[in-house]
């Protein structure tokens, strides 16, 4: 996590008359994050990095179940995701480049090669970060059989991926 001092600030505004405890916007290290309708199981935010015109979104939510405002604990993950979140997506890309390998993910030759690429056949990342500390990076595209049709997510344990597994559309 960061070293800095001060703490990631919490809620902007707040919804009238519905969950009016849960914050409408949160401030993450810059990074207007905004809540979402979601179940009533769970509380949502979410925003979206500035992107040139042209450029993938790149967006990073934040859930919390039962729903509630984060704490602390999860606000200065969250701000250390955002703040370093380059350098966790290449953490992300070397891991897959040396986890994919294992025999049990079934990639054919060629995938594997596509690996080695200076571009690896992932794309359009996104980061959610959850209330028990754990948090992962999604990536949405992939040219890889495991990853059709949802993508490929890397799992973090702090700021080292830990696991990785293809997206099916019950997750």
Not at 40 to 51: E, H, M, N, Q, R
Not at 116 to 135: K, S, Y
Not at 139 to 163: K, Q, W
Request: hydrophobic content about 35%; some cysteine; charged content about 25%.
């Amino acid at each position: 996590m960061s070293d800095d001092s001060v703490p990631p600030s919490g809620s902007t505004t707040e919804k009238p008359g519905v969950d009016a405890e849960l914050p409408t916007v949160l401030d993450i290290a810059g990074l207007a994050l905004t809540r979402r309708d979601s179940p009533p199981s769970l509380a949502c935010w979410t925003g979206g990095f500035p992107v040139p015109p042209g450029a993938d979104p790149v967006e990073v939510s934040l859930v919390i179940e039962p729903p509630a405002p984060p704490d602390e604990t999860t606000l200065w993950l969250a701000r250390d995701v955002v703040s370093r979140f380059d350098v966790f997506v290449d953490r992300a890309l070397e891991y897959c480049r040396t986890r994919l390998r294992e025999e049990h993910f079934g990639l054919t030759a060629e995938e594997l090669n596509r690996l080695d690429l200076p571009e690896p056949p992932l794309g359009m990342p996104g980061a959610t970060v959850w209330a028990d500390r754990t948090w992962a990076i999604h990536f949405a595209e992939s040219g890889l059989c495991m990853g059709d049709p949802y993508g490929i997510l890397v799992t973090f344990d702090g700021t080292r991926p830990v696991d990785v597994q293809g997206v099916d559309d019950e997750q």
